[in-house]
């Protein structure tokens, strides 16, 4: 497990991982073999409770499965918190949890531009309109249609929204005076679709089971059967076996053996003598523990499989040898405070990320919409304007777009969106 998920945990040194060997030798080098699996302990925890036994019975089952995760390569077990309802586990956030924030954030910093982009359109809307028509019913009539399409825009989203924003930007950059207030609209408009885009991308991320498996395995170092079901077609077997595996059910050693022979993938093969490692050093044999564990890292160099060699030479009190792997750890900012090796599965080998694709139609929707802008203007001749309009002259705001004060409006701008994320920050607060 990789420790940016939360709070740094102290670091185990060698020294600390020999004292706690040479006095509890048996938490070193084994696991109660005939301990009953965590996954089923857990289900009948779950059975009591929904039973309504004695509470203090509940409390010792509790306490008992936590004492048997400890010795175990699991990592947490969220699931006793969900379970009982308190918080017997302390879990870091996940790698999804992250995500989610980050949504958050995103969705926020999207309507902040989009805030920006509705303001400068309806400045240029008015400014246009005024030099287009001489007439004030004209005037207003093309405000008021083009106020329809703004809103059609912000109902329907995606390529409408890019078309018409664009296209208002467009009609600005015809006055040369107005053309710093279009370039920010477009700036905006690209943000807005950067925004979007990534949304997209991790709410597609977060969504795929594939992905919670992955998730989940890297935080607790183990998943439910139905989330198993969800790997890859050719791992979902290695999955499963390894997580029976973690989850203290009996390994029958000579099929896994056999199995990590028969394979030709050196990934897979790197899970498979990594894990028969755990089960030589937890039958006390640490001579063959070592060399599987080798084996697996020179098929595929797992992080895991550092940190049992790390823990296995420590056993053997080969200090020297120790120290090398301690050092690979400290460059892959890992350590867990475990005293029995750690197995691996198929987030070991490959972790996927959240896939980010080009908004392609939205950007070729702000061109079109930019170049239909520019050629609507070019059909009619503007007239000079004499004074502002006197119906728009109250919006707060647009004395200073129609002074071309730029600085001044831009201030503006900045503070209400400022403002729209803060009122965005303290809603989400509420909700979360």
Known sequence: MRLTLGAKIKKLTISMLIILITVFPLAAHAVVN????????????????????????????????????DSSSIFYLPEINYITGEKFENVPPSSIDKIREKIIKI??????ATVGIVILSIFTLIYASD???????????????????????????????YLIFAAIAGLGLRFKEKIPFSIAMIFLLLLHTWGVGAEKGYFNYISNPKNLLYVKLNRDNYAPPFLIGKAPANMVKIASIANKQALLHKVD???????????????????????????????????????????????????????????????????????????????????????????????????????????IYSLIAIVVGTLL????????????????????????????????????????LGAIMALEIIIGSMLCSMNL
């Open 34 to 69: 005939n301990t009953t699996p965590i996954d089923q302990y857990l289900k009948k925890i779950e059975e009591d409770i929904s039973k309504g036994e004695n509470i203090k019975k509940i409390n010792e089952e509790i306490k008992r499965l936590m004492e048997i995760k």
């Open 107 to 112: 969705d926020i910093g999207v309507s902040t």
């Open 253 to 359: 050693t000579k099929k896994l053996k056999d199995l990590a022979e028969e394979v030709r993938d050196r990934k897979i093969k790197a899970i498979l003598y990594n894990n028969l490692g755990c089960v030589a050093f937890q039958k006390g044999n640490l001579k063959r523990a070592i060399n599987l564990f080798k084996k697996a890292e020179g098929f595929y160099p797992m992080v895991k499989t550092y940190y049992n060699l790390f823990l296995t030479y420590s056993s053997l009190l080969q200090p020297q040898e120790a120290e090398a792997y301690s050092k690979k750890l400290e460059e892959a900012n890992f350590s867990f405070n475990k005293t029995i090796p750690l197995i691996a599965n198929i987030s070991d080998i490959g972790f996927p990320k959240p896939d980010f694709s080009i908004p």
């Open 373 to 412: 802008g520019l050629t609507a203007m070019n059909v009619k001749k503007t007239a000079a304007l004499i004074s502002i309009n006197p119906f728009f002259s109250y919006l707060p705001g647009y004395r200073l777009y129609y002074a071309n004060r730029y600085s001044a409006l831009f201030l503006l």
């Open 131 to 161: 030099r287009l028509f001489s007439s004030e019913a004209k005037r207003n009539i093309a405000v008021f249609i083009g106020t329809i399409l703004i809103i059609c825009g912000l109902i329907f989203q995606n390529i409408p929204f």
